[in-house]
C-alpha cells in the first residue's frame, strides 16, 4: 500500500508507536520555532529541563509578536530571549526582521523535515512540504532538548484541488472555501493534505497561505507536496540544495476525500466572528468598511504585497478607510522598497507598519467602535481586535485593496482586469538581523529583567480532586477567551501570576476573583474547548488560579496537550447532557483520583451539590498518564530523568 505525503515524512521520523490513526507517536523533531509571545515561556521551560545545549538540526527564536514596547516589558523579554537562544544554541531573528512563519518559510524552512513550532499557525510550512505542528512551549522545549514530539496518529484528508483560479480569486478563497466546507473542527486529528493538478498552478506562498489556515480547520497540520514549484521558490531564496522532491506514492491511501474546483471560487469573506462564517462577497454585500488591515503570517508575502500595490497604485484609498499595510518581513519590504511599490502604497494613502504581527494581535490598530474591519488575517474571533463591538470579515488582499479604494466590501472583479504578478527568479537575501548562536562552551550571562517572573509548577495529583465548578461557558470558547491577548496583556507573557488576573474575564469579570477565593476548582466547557491558538498561557493562568481540571464536551487538540503538560485533568462528559445538569457554584469531588486516573479511561465526578454523580472520560495516553500523576511534563521530564 502507498505513502502519502505526510506519512511517508512520519514514517521518516517515527521513534514510537504504531502508524494506525488515533494511536499515540512519538517523532524526531528537525527544527524549531519559537516566536516571543509564547518564546519567552518555552526558554525557561528549556532551562528548568535543564539542558545545555539544542539539539535540533536548526532552531530559531523570532521577534515579531511584542514588538510595541511601551514600556519596559517587551525589551526585557526580547533581551532574555536574546541571550537564552545565544546561549543555548538558537538562532535569534531580531525584531524588524518579520513575522516567524513568513521568515522561516523564506529562509529557514526544509522540505521533509518536520518542525515544531509555539505558535499555532507553524503549519504555514507545510506549503514547502515540511511537516509543521503547532504546539505549546513546553512541548517545543522538551523537542529542543532532543526529545520526541508526542502526537495522536493523525486521519490524513486528501484536499483535491481542480482546474485554475480565476483571475480574482486567490489563494485566501481557497482556503475559506475549506473551511466553509469542513468548520473549523472539521480537521481535528487530521492532516489536511494537498493533491490534485491544480496545486500546480499555486506558488509558494499560496500554498503557505492555505496551509497557515488549516490551523483554523483545527487540523494537526496542513502539507502541500515539494514539486518544481517549491524548488523554484528556495532556487531564488539561494536555497536550491535544501530541495528535496517530496511527492505521494501514486497508490497512496487517504482517510478523506474533499474536491474543490478551483474555477468555481469567487472571491470570499469570513464573516464575524468565526473563520468558518464563509459567504461570497457578492452575496454579502456592499457594507461600508472603517477599516483595512493587510498582512499577518497568512498573507504578507511579496506576491500579496505586490497585488495590492498594483492594485492602489495610482488610486486613492477612500475617505472612511484607514488602511494599514504590513509587509511580512524584511525580505518583502526591502524588495517593495527597490522596486517603487512601497510609494505606491504610500501613495495611495495606506499607513505603512513594521513586518510584523500588528494588529492580527491586536497590538495597536484596534478599530473604532462597531467598526467593520477587513482583515487578510486569520482570525475574527470577538474581541480579537481589541475593539469588543467591532466586526471582523476575513478577504484576501485582493478584496481587502479594492474595499480600501472604494469604502465599501467590494468584489474585485468591479475593478476589471486583474494584475499579473511574476514570482521573482531571485529574492533580495540579506540576513542581518539573524544572530548565530555562541559556540558551545561559551560563557554567555542569560539576562533576566524584572519582567520575568517564575511560572507555576503543578503539584502530584491527590488522592482526591475537589472543588467549585468556578465557570460554566459555552461552544468553541477560544484562548483568546480563557488568556486574552491585546497591547495591554501581551508585555506580560513572562508574567503569569499578573495574566492569571485576566482568565477567562471576557466570559466572566469575576472569575479569577472567585477561584482565588475558593482555593482553586473546575472550569466547565462546551464543544471545542480552547480553540485558537498554542497559547499555554491559557493553561498555565487557570494552573495559577488553582484550577485542577476541565470538564467539556470536546478539546482542541493543542489546548488539551497544554492542560495536561500542566497537569491540569482534562475531562470530556462521557454523556453530553451531564453539561445541563451543571451549575456554576456546585461542588465537585473525584474520589480515588490517582487510582481512577491510572485505569485511564474515564472517572467518575461527584456533584454534591445535585447530589447525582457523571461520568468523564479521560482519552490519555500511558505516558500522559503518567504527566497528570506527575503533576505535568516538567515534573514528569524530571522524575523520568
Ligand atoms: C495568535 O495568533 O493567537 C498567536 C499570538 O500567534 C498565538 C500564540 C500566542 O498566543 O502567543 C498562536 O496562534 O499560537
Ligand atoms: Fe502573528 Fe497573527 Fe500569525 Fe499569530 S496569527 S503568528 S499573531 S500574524
Redesign the pocket.
Known amino acids: 500500500m502507498g505513502l502519502n505525503i505526510a506519512q511517508k515524512i512520519i514514517k521518516n521520523h517515527l521513534v514510537t508507536g504504531e502508524m494506525t490513526a488515533g494511536s499515540e507517536i512519538s517523532i524526531r523533531i528537525d527544527q524549531t520555532l519559537t516566536?516571543d509571545?509564547?518564546g519567552t515561556m518555552a526558554y525557561l521551560q528549556f532551562e528548568a529541563v535543564g539542558i545545555p545545549r539544542v539539539k535540533t538540526k536548526k532552531s530559531v527564536a523570532y521577534i515579531d509578536?511584542n514588538t510595541l514596547q511601551a514600556g519596559f516589558e517587551n525589551a526585557d523579554d526580547h533581551k532574555y530571549i536574546q541571550t537564552v537562544a545565544e546561549k543555548y544554541g538558537v538562532y535569534f531573528s531580531k525584531p524588524g526582521n518579520g513575522i516567524c512563519h513568513q521568515v522561516h518559510l523564506e529562509r529557514f524552512g526544509v522540505p521533509g523535515m518536520t518542525l515544531l513550532g509555539?505558535?499555532?499557525?507553524t503549519p504555514t510550512g507545510g506549503g514547502i512540504g515540511m511537516l509543521a505542528i503547532?504546539a505549546g512551549g513546553l512541548d517545543v522545549a522538551v523537542a529542543m532538548g532532543g526529545g520526541p514530539y508526542y502526537l495522536t496518529m493523525p486521519r490524513v484528508c486528501k484536499v483535491e484541488l481542480k482546474g485554475k483560479l480565476n483571475s480574482w480569486s486567490a489563494a485566501k478563497d481557497i482556503i475559506l472555501e475549506v473551511l466553509r466546507v469542513l468548520s473549523v473542527k472539521g480537521g481535528i486529528g487530521k492532516v489536511i493534505e494537498y493533491a490534485g493538478e491544480g496545486i500546480r498552478t499555486l506558488t509558494v506562498p499560496e500554498r503557505a497561505t492555505i496551509t497557515n489556515m488549516g490551523?483554523e480547520l483545527g487540523a494537526t497540520t496542513s502539507i502541500f507536496p515539494s514539486d518544481e514549484v517549491t524548488l523554484q521558490f528556495l532556487r531564488a531564496q539561494g536555497r536550491e540544495n535544501d530541495w528535496v522532491e517530496l511527492l505521494p506514492d501514486s497508490d497512496a491511501v487517504y482517510d478523506e476525500h474533499v474536491v474543490i474546483d478551483l474555477a468555481t471560487l469567487e472571491p470570499m469573506a469570513a464573516m464575524p466572528h468565526s473563520p468558518d462564517n464563509v459567504e461570497r462577497i457578492s452575496a454579502i454585500g456592499n457594507i461600508k468598511v472603517d477599516q483595512v488591515a493587510i498582512g499577518s503570517c497568512t498573507n504578507s508575502s511579496y506576491m500579496d504585497m505586490m497585488k495590492v500595490a498594483a492594485i492602489l497604485k495610482g488610486r486613492t484609498v477612500a475617505q472612511n478607510v484607514s488602511l494599514v499595510i504590513a509587509p511580512g518581513s524584511k525580505q518583502v519590504l526591502t524588495m517593495l522598497a527597490q522596486n517603487g511599490a512601497l510609494a505606491d502604497m504610500v501613495a495611495a494613502g495606506a499607513r505603512i507598519l513594521e513586518s510584523a504581527?500588528g494588529p492580527?494581535?491586536g497590538m495597536g490598530q484596534a478599530p473604532c467602535t462597531d467598526a467593520v474591519s477587513l482583515r487578510t488575517f486569520?482570525?475574527n474571533f470577538e474581541g480579537r481586535s481589541g475593539t469588543t463591538s467591532a466586526k471582523v470579515y476575513l478577504v484576501s488582499p485582493e478584496v481587502a485593496a479594492a474595499s480600501a479604494l472604494t469604502g465599501v466590501l467590494t468584489d474585485p472583479r468591479q475593478l476589471g482586469e486583474a494584475p499579473k504578478i511574476e514570482m521573482p527568479k531571485e529574492f533580495v537575501i540579506n540576513d542581518n538581523l539573524v544572530v548565530a548562536p555562541a559556540p558551545e562552551g561559551n560563557t554567555v550571562e542569560v539576562v533576566r529583567g524584572p519582567n520575568i517572573k517564575p511560572f507555576p509548577v503543578n503539584r502530584p495529583l491527590g488522592e482526591e480532586v475537589t472543588g467549585k465548578a468556578l465557570i460554566k461557558v459555552g461552544d468553541n470558547i477560544t484562548?483568546?477567551h480563557i488568556m486574552p491577548?491585546n497591547a495591554k496583556l501581551l508585555p506580560f507573557?513572562s508574567n503569569v501570576p499578573y495574566l492569571a488576573e485576566f482568565c477567562l474575564t471576557p466570559c466572566d469579570q469575576e472569575f479569577p476573583a472567585r477561584a482565588k477565593a475558593n482555593g482553586g476548582g473546575f472550569i466547565i466547557g462546551g464543544s471545542n474547548y480552547g480553540q485558537?491558538?498554542?497559547?499555554e498561557?491559557a493553561a498555565l493562568a487557570p494552573l495559577q488560579l488553582g484550577i485542577k481540571g476541565v470538564i467539556a464536551k470536546s478539546f482542541a487538540r493543542?489546548h488539551m496537550a497544554n492542560l495536561i503538560n500542566s497537569g491540569i485533568l482534562p475531562m470530556t462528559f462521557e454523556n453530553e447532557t451531564d453539561y445541563d445538569s451543571i451549575d456554576m457554584n456546585d461542588e465537585l469531588l473525584i474520589e480515588d483520583a490517582i487510582e481512577q486516573v491510572k485505569e485511564a479511561g474515564a472517572v467518575i465526578v461527584k456533584n454534591l451539590t445535585k447530589q447525582s454523580e457523571f461520568s468523564a472520560k479521560l482519552s490519555l495516553s500511558d505516558r500522559q498518564v503518567q504527566m497528570i500523576l506527575a503533576g505535568g511534563l516538567l515534573n514528569y521530564t524530571k522524575v523520568s530523568n
Open positions: 516566536q509571545s509564547t509578536h509555539s505558535d499555532s499557525h503547532g490551523a504581527c492580527c494581535i486569520n482570525r484562548t483568546d491577548s507573557r485558537g491558538s498554542s497559547r498561557h493543542i
